[in-house]
């Protein structure tokens, strides 16, 4: 059985969210929520940056952006720190920063 090529990074990144679903179950669910999306965000960058090292399938950008979108924002900032991922390549920041100011201004919007 052939699996999509990026089966085992959606994979990944489903089993770190889910498990920190449970970890973090003490939180009002809406923190418990935020928190695991990004726990597995910044998690994510570490697997790519794995994936990187041993020249195996890594994770495509448009994955980073969907993620960091809709809410993961902090763990992809922690991510590209603490791995040294993604740090180097002027466009992917352009437009990680372009997101984390499309979801600022989100929040200002629904806050006023």
Known sequence: MRHHPYFFADLFF?????????V?????????LI?????????LYGFDKWQAGGKRLRVPEIIFYFVTFLGGSVGTLFGMHVFHHKTRKT????VVAILLLIQAALVVSFLT
């Open 14 to 22: 489903l089993f770190c969210f889910v498990f920190s679903l449970i």
């Open 24 to 32: 973090l179950r003490q939180l009002p669910w809406q923190w418990n």
């Open 35 to 43: 928190a695991s999306w990004n726990l597995a965000t910044f998690l």
């Open 91 to 94: 466009s992917f920041q352009l």
